[in-house]
């Protein structure tokens, strides 16, 4: 069964970029069909997509954050990776990612809290 | 893009039903099968209960059921039961690759 982990700093500046990378067990990104994806949520409030990237390198981005996003994958490493520029507090929340075998997001990471602050 | 329109609560005392509903436009909900339901405890990540409308994954309890009717997707939570009290949230396909979601409900078993 797949498993995802996400990594990466608790605590970004104002202004920065945030990094974050979803390491995948239990099989290949490049080996499947798969869609992979990036989902947030502030602290006490509901979901907002991110974006997709397939293993390809094709990605697809939420239009209200497509000028800050980029999702790359390095299939070397079975591993994709967010970053998100020009950070203010609102985007203080947990960040997941996900697969997504069609329309739908199947498996889960724990998801990572990231915190925007100076 | 627009996040789909839930209520913000539901209720229902164990053993009854209680429906949720997830409304959009012909641009998501109503364009497409491809809406999805997930169930969220606290502290946990979300988890896939329904897709394609009224699919289940494999181990999901057949009490959940979903349907569309036009722009609007139900969820259906049938012989209701304390571990269902949870967060509630919709996903739609939006077309051109992108989704959305809904903003959440959060079912009490009274």
């Known amino acids: 069964q797949l498993q995802l982990q996400e990594s990466g700093p608790g605590l970004v500046k104002p202004s920065e970029t945030l990094s974050l990378t979803c390491t995948v067990s239990?099989?290949?990104?490049?080996?499947?069909?798969?869609?992979w994806g990036w989902i947030r949520q502030p602290p006490g409030k509901g979901l907002e997509w991110i974006g997709n990237?397939?293993?390809?390198?094709?990605?697809y981005y939420n239009p209200s954050l497509k000028s800050r996003v980029t999702i790359s994958v390095d299939t070397s490493k079975n591993q994709f990776s967010l970053k998100l520029s020009s950070v203010t507090a609102t985007d203080t929340a947990v960040y997941y990612c996900?697969?997504?075998?069609?329309?739908?997001?199947?498996?889960w990471g724990q998801g990572t809290l990231v915190s925007v602050s100076s | 893009q627009s996040a789909l329109t839930q209520p913000p609560s539901a209720s229902g005392s164990p053993g009854q039903s209680v429906t949720i509903s997830c409304t959009g436009s012909?641009?998501?909900?109503?364009?497409?099968?491809?809406v999805s339901w997930y169930q969220q405890h606290p502290g946990k990540a979300p988890k896939l209960i329904i897709y394609?409308?009224?699919k289940r994954p494999s181990g999901v309890p057949d009490r959940f059921s979903g349907s569309k009717s036009g722009n609007t997707a139900s969820l259906t939570v049938s012989g209701l039961q304390a571990e269902d009290e949870a967060d509630y949230y919709c996903?739609?396909?939006?077309?051109?690759?992108?989704?959305?979601f809904g903003g959440g409900t959060k079912l009490t078993v009274l």
């Open positions: 996900a697969t997504l075998p069609a329309a739908h997001f199947d498996f």
């Open positions: 239990g099989g290949s990104i490049s080996g499947s069909s798969y869609y």
């Open positions: 990237i397939y293993y390809s390198g094709d990605s």
């Open positions: 012909s641009s998501d909900v109503g364009g497409y099968d491809y």
């Open positions: 394609e409308v009224g």
């Open positions: 996903s739609s396909y939006a077309g051109s690759k992108n989704r959305v």
